[in-house]
């Protein structure tokens, strides 16, 4: 099991440096509030139903001037629209949107959680100094487009499927494992909160933790589990998995590694020259076992 093996010490030191530096980062119980409710259900391998163990949405709150106001999250939000969400059907990008990836990549990277994953990128010789090339470097690896549906043209990206999600000729939910997009659909009513996932006769999570693995549904979907960090910045999330992406050549990256008071095993998936997904899944929190 991934939760016996020894932490990565040199991955764990650069991911808490942009922790720190993480200042856009929500606080929980301030800025958001989440209500867990109960521990969620087993779902069969390719069943949509799902026991709903949460009355209410998982956001009972969040601060929405701050989704606004600050940068990077308004650039964020401005490309949620941007993707047709099923696998199989070509993007089309528009003009108006490959201006939006680029100002949501010029925003990150004035940011300090982005110069300083830059900066171990250059020292560790996976990235070009020249800040113009490794935002071209970043923009291939999260929104170069790709054939994720062989059936099709080119239907999907890193971004799209991470931050987004998708859906898979309509009988499963891909990816979606982020905070904002996760907020944002439920408060529309797309999402359905079902329920947080612990192994059995382990510790509840807590409502301050900023890593969750979580059940629901979408579109009609359910998603047994995915993992997803809570209340942090884009660009702290661009620059864990794109860090993780560039330091390996594997198909499939796992890595173990203690960020803050918790303990993740972060995955990544590469799709050619870009990522495929990226998610974190949460092992133990302040030394409880979940």
Wanted: net charge negative.
């Amino acid at each position: 099991m991934a939760r016996r093996q020894q932490a990565n010490q040199e991955l764990t030191e650069v991911l808490n440096q942009l922790w720190r530096l993480d200042t856009n980062r929500l606080r929980p119980g301030a800025d958001y509030i989440i209500s867990l409710q109960r521990r969620a259900g087993y779902v069969a391998q390719g069943s949509n139903y799902a026991r709903d163990r949460a009355r209410a949405p998982l956001f009972t709150f969040v601060n929405e001037d701050k989704l606004r106001n600050i940068e990077t999250y308004a650039h964020f939000i401005s490309l949620l629209d941007n993707y047709e969400t099923c696998t199989g059907v070509s993007e089309t990008v528009t003009s108006e949107e490959l201006k939006e990836n680029k100002l949501f990549i010029d925003a990150i990277m004035e940011t300090n959680v982005m110069k300083c994953a830059h900066q171990y990128l250059v020292r560790m010789g996976q990235s070009p100094s020249d800040t113009t090339q490794f935002k071209r470097q970043l923009y291939d690896v999260w929104f170069r487009l790709y054939h994720r549906d062989r059936s099709g043209g080119e239907d999907s990206c890193g971004f799209e499927h991470v931050f987004v999600g998708e859906t898979k000729r309509g009988h499963e939910i891909m990816g979606l494992h982020n905070w904002v997009q996760f907020y944002l659909q439920e408060k529309h009513d797309h999402i359905d909160y079902k329920g947080y996932k612990a192994r059995d006769n382990k510790d509840t999570p807590d409502e301050d933790d900023h890593v969750l693995n979580l059940q629901f549904s979408w579109k009609g979907l359910v998603k047994p589990i995915g993992g997803s960090f809570i209340g942090v910045s884009p660009e702290f999330e661009v620059a864990v998995f794109t860090i993780i992406f560039l330091m390996s050549t594997e198909k499939m990256t796992s890595v173990l590694v203690k960020v803050d008071e918790y303990m993740l095993e972060l995955i990544v998936y590469r799709h050619g020259r870009a990522i495929g997904t990226s998610y974190p899944k949460l092992l133990s929190s302040n030394n409880r076992d979940l």
